[in-house]
Protein backbone atom coordinates (compact mmCIF):
# COMPACT_ATOMS: atom_id res chain seq x y z
CA UNK A 1 0.00 0.00 0.00
CA UNK A 2 1.18 3.25 -0.82
CA UNK A 3 1.42 5.70 1.74
CA UNK A 4 1.12 9.79 1.55
CA UNK A 5 1.76 12.70 3.61
CA UNK A 6 -0.93 15.06 2.62
CA UNK A 7 -0.72 18.74 3.37
CA UNK A 8 -3.14 21.56 2.64
CA UNK A 9 -2.44 24.66 3.21
CA UNK A 10 -1.81 26.38 7.27
CA UNK A 11 -2.03 29.50 5.50
CA UNK A 12 -5.27 30.82 7.43
CA UNK A 13 -4.17 34.18 6.76
CA UNK A 14 -4.13 33.85 3.49
CA UNK A 15 -7.54 35.65 2.40
CA UNK A 16 -9.26 34.50 -1.32
CA UNK A 17 -10.84 37.45 -2.90
CA UNK A 18 -14.27 39.09 -1.93
CA UNK A 19 -13.82 37.57 1.63
CA UNK A 20 -15.09 34.07 0.33
CA UNK A 21 -12.60 32.09 2.91
CA UNK A 22 -9.17 31.60 3.33
CA UNK A 23 -6.64 28.90 1.38
CA UNK A 24 -6.22 26.79 4.44
CA UNK A 25 -10.35 26.45 4.84
CA UNK A 26 -10.50 25.75 1.21
CA UNK A 27 -7.37 23.73 0.96
CA UNK A 28 -8.43 21.88 3.91
CA UNK A 29 -11.90 21.02 2.19
CA UNK A 30 -10.29 19.81 -0.88
CA UNK A 31 -8.26 16.97 1.84
CA UNK A 32 -11.41 16.25 3.41
CA UNK A 33 -12.69 15.54 -0.07
CA UNK A 34 -10.02 13.07 -1.04
CA UNK A 35 -9.88 11.10 1.92
CA UNK A 36 -12.93 8.57 0.43
CA UNK A 37 -10.92 8.16 -2.61
CA UNK A 38 -7.80 7.69 -0.85
CA UNK A 39 -9.04 5.13 1.35
CA UNK A 40 -11.41 3.01 -1.56
CA UNK A 41 -7.65 3.13 -3.51
CA UNK A 42 -5.81 1.51 -1.02
CA UNK A 43 -3.51 4.87 -0.43
CA UNK A 44 -2.49 5.42 2.93
CA UNK A 45 -2.16 9.10 4.35
CA UNK A 46 -1.50 10.99 7.25
CA UNK A 47 -2.40 14.46 7.12
CA UNK A 48 -1.01 18.00 9.12
CA UNK A 49 -2.60 19.43 11.74
CA UNK A 50 -4.15 22.76 10.61
CA UNK A 51 -2.90 24.14 13.45
CA UNK A 52 0.73 23.58 13.29
CA UNK A 53 3.11 25.56 11.41
CA UNK A 54 4.66 25.06 7.64
CA UNK A 55 7.36 23.77 9.66
CA UNK A 56 5.94 21.65 11.98
CA UNK A 57 4.06 19.76 9.19
CA UNK A 58 7.71 19.15 7.23
CA UNK A 59 8.77 17.50 10.03
CA UNK A 60 5.94 15.32 10.48
CA UNK A 61 6.55 14.50 7.41
CA UNK A 62 9.94 13.35 7.64
CA UNK A 63 9.30 11.41 10.51
CA UNK A 64 7.55 9.11 8.82
CA UNK A 65 8.15 6.56 5.90
CA UNK A 66 6.40 8.02 3.33
CA UNK A 67 6.00 7.66 -0.71
CA UNK A 68 4.95 11.16 -1.49
CA UNK A 69 4.28 14.30 0.13
CA UNK A 70 1.50 16.46 -1.52
CA UNK A 71 1.04 20.23 -0.76
CA UNK A 72 -2.16 21.76 -1.48
CA UNK A 73 -2.27 25.44 -1.46
CA UNK A 74 -4.13 28.32 -3.80
CA UNK A 75 -1.77 31.27 -5.11
CA UNK A 76 -1.97 35.10 -5.47
CA UNK A 77 -0.56 37.28 -7.99
CA UNK A 78 1.95 39.82 -7.00
CA UNK A 79 0.54 42.81 -5.62
CA UNK A 80 1.07 44.91 -9.01
CA UNK A 81 -0.67 41.84 -11.50
CA UNK A 82 -3.48 40.80 -8.35
CA UNK A 83 -6.87 39.25 -10.09
CA UNK A 84 -5.12 39.24 -13.10
CA UNK A 85 -3.68 35.80 -13.29
CA UNK A 86 -5.33 32.26 -13.78
CA UNK A 87 -4.50 28.41 -13.73
CA UNK A 88 -2.68 25.82 -11.56
CA UNK A 89 0.99 25.57 -11.09
CA UNK A 90 2.17 22.45 -9.97
CA UNK A 91 5.99 23.25 -8.16
CA UNK A 92 8.26 20.57 -8.00
CA UNK A 93 11.87 20.51 -6.68
CA UNK A 94 14.04 21.37 -9.87
CA UNK A 95 16.83 17.61 -9.54
CA UNK A 96 13.38 15.48 -8.36
CA UNK A 97 12.80 13.01 -11.06
CA UNK A 98 10.02 11.93 -9.43
CA UNK A 99 9.05 15.23 -8.10
CA UNK A 100 8.75 16.03 -11.75
CA UNK A 101 7.17 12.45 -12.73
CA UNK A 102 3.88 13.21 -10.55
CA UNK A 103 3.55 17.05 -11.47
CA UNK A 104 3.40 16.05 -15.00
CA UNK A 105 1.07 13.15 -14.18
CA UNK A 106 -1.03 15.99 -12.11
CA UNK A 107 -0.63 18.47 -14.67
CA UNK A 108 -2.18 15.95 -17.00
CA UNK A 109 -5.39 14.95 -15.75
CA UNK A 110 -5.30 18.68 -13.91
CA UNK A 111 -5.70 19.85 -17.89
CA UNK A 112 -8.94 17.70 -17.88
CA UNK A 113 -11.02 19.98 -15.44
CA UNK A 114 -9.60 23.43 -15.46
CA UNK A 115 -11.49 25.46 -17.80
CA UNK A 116 -8.24 26.48 -19.76
CA UNK A 117 -5.86 24.06 -19.91
CA UNK A 118 -3.10 26.10 -21.27
CA UNK A 119 -2.82 27.51 -18.23
CA UNK A 120 -2.12 24.51 -16.18
CA UNK A 121 1.90 24.13 -16.00
CA UNK A 122 4.20 22.33 -13.87
CA UNK A 123 7.02 24.93 -12.45
CA UNK A 124 10.73 23.60 -10.99
CA UNK A 125 11.62 25.35 -8.48
CA UNK A 126 14.41 25.35 -5.40
CA UNK A 127 13.11 27.48 -3.30
CA UNK A 128 9.84 26.23 -1.74
CA UNK A 129 10.20 24.40 1.59
CA UNK A 130 7.90 21.82 1.43
CA UNK A 131 10.08 20.93 -1.75
CA UNK A 132 13.15 21.56 -0.40
CA UNK A 133 13.52 19.90 2.81
CA UNK A 134 10.77 16.98 2.62
CA UNK A 135 12.44 13.90 2.33
CA UNK A 136 9.93 12.14 0.36
CA UNK A 137 9.23 12.80 -3.73
CA UNK A 138 7.09 15.69 -2.97
CA UNK A 139 4.68 18.58 -5.20
CA UNK A 140 3.28 21.41 -4.42
CA UNK A 141 0.04 22.09 -6.05
CA UNK A 142 -1.15 26.16 -6.45
CA UNK A 143 -4.79 25.24 -7.81
CA UNK A 144 -5.22 28.06 -8.63
CA UNK A 145 -5.43 31.81 -8.09
CA UNK A 146 -7.61 32.95 -5.33
CA UNK A 147 -6.92 36.85 -5.74
CA UNK A 148 -8.72 36.15 -9.17
CA UNK A 149 -12.63 35.87 -8.27
CA UNK A 150 -12.70 32.93 -11.53
CA UNK A 151 -10.37 31.01 -10.05
CA UNK A 152 -11.56 31.50 -6.72
CA UNK A 153 -14.78 30.06 -7.61
CA UNK A 154 -13.60 27.71 -9.90
CA UNK A 155 -12.01 26.27 -6.74
CA UNK A 156 -15.03 26.81 -4.25
CA UNK A 157 -17.61 24.93 -6.63
CA UNK A 158 -15.14 22.10 -7.72
CA UNK A 159 -14.14 21.07 -4.29
CA UNK A 160 -14.77 17.15 -4.86
CA UNK A 161 -13.87 17.12 -8.74
CA UNK A 162 -10.45 18.50 -7.67
CA UNK A 163 -10.45 15.79 -5.03
CA UNK A 164 -10.80 12.75 -7.37
CA UNK A 165 -8.90 14.70 -9.92
CA UNK A 166 -5.83 14.91 -7.50
CA UNK A 167 -6.66 11.03 -6.07
CA UNK A 168 -6.80 9.80 -9.86
CA UNK A 169 -3.32 11.79 -9.98
CA UNK A 170 -2.07 9.98 -7.19
CA UNK A 171 -2.84 6.20 -8.17
CA UNK A 172 -1.13 6.65 -11.96
CA UNK A 173 2.04 7.91 -10.04
CA UNK A 174 1.82 4.88 -7.61
CA UNK A 175 0.58 2.48 -10.47
CA UNK A 176 -2.55 1.05 -8.37
CA UNK A 177 -5.61 1.57 -9.95
CA UNK A 178 -8.24 4.30 -9.24
CA UNK A 179 -11.07 2.99 -7.23
CA UNK A 180 -14.65 5.14 -6.55
CA UNK A 181 -15.71 5.27 -3.21
CA UNK A 182 -19.21 2.92 -2.22
Known amino acids: MPSLF ?21 MNLVADAMEPYLIASGITFTRNDPDDTLRQAINLS ?5 DF ?19 PDVYYYTTSTEGLRAADIFVNNLKAIYPD ?14 LRLTRAPSNLIELAYH ?12 IDLIARNLVL ?3 EYFGIPFVEPA
Open 6 to 26: LSPSVQEFNPYVNGLGTEEYY
Open 62 to 66: NAGNY
Open 69 to 87: HLALHSNASPENLSGQLQG
Open 117 to 130: PSLVRAVPTTTLAE
Open 147 to 158: DNLEDALWIINN
Open 169 to 171: SLT
